[in-house]
């Protein structure tokens, strides 16, 4: 990256310096942010088209606001470049993305402009009203807050319980509504086809208050005057404004506006500013504007593989083409469908990182996409499947958190056999602590009347949504964003509850769940020599193989091995069953990732820091059998050397 070589951008060392730029500059420093963009791109994977597309409303913001004491929320933060840009971070820019260096979304260890780690979607109307809300009553009545919110996250639940309070309670709060008819695929629903109509609504706000204004000053005669001028009133704005799923919510509605025209945002910025109450400003945006590529095929440009652009054109730098475990769920979905008409999909807003647009276009009828609205996908799953469907409800790990009260009170309680896909569990490399999808075992292995599962490689894949669509209760299988172990043959066939054996050995027992196998066989491979081990694909977190933890234990020590939260993970699955057939419990080692908010970076190097590399695992082991033998200066312990939470760098 070209890091230093931007003059504007140079001068920054926070937004306050903005104010005192003019119209020109400011231009000039959004053609600076687009260039550091576009060459972010030739070096690693980020969020590209979102970030583009709100570079004017970024700068427009710091111009008007001073966010150091007023308030500012990025819904979902994946569009925070240009705001870090801006803010202080540029000489630091070229690390973002990378362990130990700038995080993707909002980070308030990294800067006082930023307040909360936002990842997820919806929460920026609650907390900006939390904040607006707090400062009142503090004394601090000049703060202004404003959330930032995309119209792919406006139809969320928690959205409209926020806007519900926020109507309600007359308190100052701005809402910038960032239209650019995207989520990470194509919005959908009524509330998308709603904020159709406002942008193609050829009256502006300047037009309609003027005609409201006129009409206010009519003079009454009697109450038949006075209802025809209610009336008109009422059809003036139905007709000529817009916004009245929001004004009758109690929030004024302004706009819509050119979101890319820098003047016309501080010009309305300011206006809503002095508003009392909460507002919304609606501002019309481009989704990967100023690159024309992006702005063409947003869909693809919302997180590119690295490219290099030559000409305009943009060229895909090489990968290691191993195909993940998404393309191989993706497949054995296309293959249920195809053979049985009773199974649907269902998708929040998820359908490109879930590779489903083959699902969309060959099966259209049978495949969901319900927007950023994890609770009414499980909860809309749950009615599917008491109707006679089996779907399957194919979601992030971190996203299905969102849905925790529907998969038990409208699954697990009435004892339906929907199907949950995990994808992105375990560790999402450089997308950081917002997205690494590690607590899903804990928060899932709780809950009656549900099968956990993980593959522990790509040819079991298939035989497992199989297997799942066969049962007569809720199954999760979890899988992460990584490229799928190949063993070169057919799976070995699928009991309930059954682990896999793939070596046999007589001192002791490595037992991967899921694709941690990989780590695991090649940390058996270095002890080849030294230790005879036996290495168990665990397969089932619930229930777990009694018969295969017991043999585990009358053969020597015993290591479990998971990519998730050690605390109600799959090794406490592992020690409660030792402790229920009263086996030494003193021989088990758990190692999975501690218990804290890990940072972004490199899987691989995540893995190993965390004492799951297959040089860490072989150590382990080396450890465990020493120990056993009585060689060792310490017994086994619980947590192991390589689980140590010392050994992660967390979250400050």
């Not at 994946?78 to 870090?84: A, D, E």
């Not at 690295?306 to 083409?321: K, M, R, Y």
């Not at 994808?423 to 602590?433: A, C, K, Q, V």
């Not at 780590?519 to 230790?531: G, R, S, Y």
Request: hydrophobic share 40%; net charge negative; proline share 6%.
């Amino acid at each position: 990256m070209k890091i230093g070589t931007h003059p504007l951008l140079s001068k920054l060392k926070d937004a306050e310096v903005l104010k005192t730029f003019t119209p020109a500059e400011l231009e000039a420093v959004s053609a600076e942010i687009r260039d550091v963009l576009c060459n972010l791109l030739a070096t690693r994977t980020a969020h590209f088209a979102s970030n583009l597309g709100v570079v004017e409303l970024c700068l427009a913001l710091h111009t008007e606001y001073d966010f150091r004491q007023d308030r500012l929320i990025w819904d979902t933060g994946h569009q925070i470049y240009p705001h870090k840009l801006v803010t202080g971070r540029y000489l630091q820019f070229d690390s973002i993305r990378h362990q130990g260096g700038l995080m993707g979304y909002p980070n308030p260890a990294e800067s006082e402009y930023d307040l909360f780690m936002t990842g997820h979607a919806g929460c920026s109307v609650s907390t900006a009203m939390g904040l607006a809300s707090g400062d009142c009553l503090l004394g601090q009545t000049t703060r202004q807050s404003v959330a930032v919110i995309g119209d792919g996250a406006l139809p969320s639940g928690i959205v409209f319980e926020a806007m519900n309070n926020a109507g309600a309670s007359g308190e100052k709060l701005t809402i910038i509504l960032n239209d650019n008819k995207m989520s990470i695929c194509p919005r959908v629903g009524a509330v998308a086809e709603y904020l159709d109509r406002l942008r193609s609504n050829p009256f502006y706000t300047g037009l309609k208050q003027e005609v409201v204004k006129v009409l206010g000053c009519v003079p009454k005669f009697g109450d038949p005057a006075e209802r025809m001028l209610a009336q008109l009133k009422e059809g003036v704005k139905a007709g000529f404004l817009g916004g009245m799923l929001f004004e009758e919510l109690g929030i004024r509605y302004v706009g819509p506006i050119d979101g890319h025209d820098i003047g016309l945002l501080r010009k309305y910025l300011r206006l809503v500013r002095g508003m009392p109450g909460p507002v919304l400003l609606h501002v019309v945006t481009e989704k990967g504007h100023g690159y024309q590529p992006a702005a063409q095929n947003p869909v693809y440009f919302h997180t590119p593989p690295a490219f290099l652009d030559e000409g305009g054109e943009p060229v895909t730098l090489g990968s290691d083409g191993s195909p993940p475990f998404t393309n191989f769920v993706r497949d054995a979905i296309l293959a249920r469908l195809q053979s049985d008409p009773l199974v649907t999909v269902l998708t929040a807003a998820m359908c490109q990182g879930n590779k489903l647009e083959p699902v969309r276009e060959r099966f259209p009828e049978r495949f969901f996409d319900v927007g950023i609205c994890e609770s009414h996908a499980v909860a809309f799953a749950a009615g599917q499947c008491k109707a006679g469907l089996r779907p399957i409800v194919d979601i992030y790990s971190t996203f299905l958190q969102r849905s925790y009260d529907q998969i038990f009170q409208e699954v697990c309680l009435q004892q339906l056999p929907v199907t949950f896909l995990m994808d992105r569990s375990g560790l999402t490399g450089p997308d950081g602590p917002t997205h690494h999808g590690l607590f899903d075992i804990g928060y899932l292995r709780s809950l009656p009347n549900v099968i956990l599962m993980a593959p522990g490689y790509a040819e079991e894949v298939a035989p497992m949504l199989d297997f799942a669509l066969e049962q007569n209760m809720a199954v999760a299988i979890r899988y992460p964003k990584a490229a799928a172990l190949h063993v070169g043959h057919k799976a070995a066939e699928l009991r309930l509850g059954r682990s896999e054996v793939i070596r046999t050995g007589t001192d002791g027992t490595i037992i991967a769940y899921g694709a941690v196998l990989d780590q695991v066989l090649a940390a058996a491979d270095m002890l080849n020599d030294e230790i005879s081990l036996t290495v168990v694909n665990g397969r089932f977190a619930k229930p777990i193989d009694d018969e295969m933890v017991r043999a585990a234990f009358e053969r020597g020590f015993v290591i479990t091995v998971e990519e998730a939260a050690r605390i109600g993970g799959f090794g406490t699955a592992v020690l409660e069953s030792a402790a229920d057939q009263q086996l030494d419990t003193r021989r088990l080692q758990r190692l999975a990732l501690p218990d804290q908010l890990i940072e972004h970076g490199n899987r691989e190097a995540l893995l190993e820091q965390a004492g799951l590399g297959p040089q860490q695992i072989a150590d382990a082991c080396r450890a465990a059998q020493d120990s056993l033998l009585g060689e060792g200066a310490a017994e086994p312990t619980l947590t192991g050397s390589s689980a140590s939470p010392s050994r992660m760098s967390p979250i400050t």
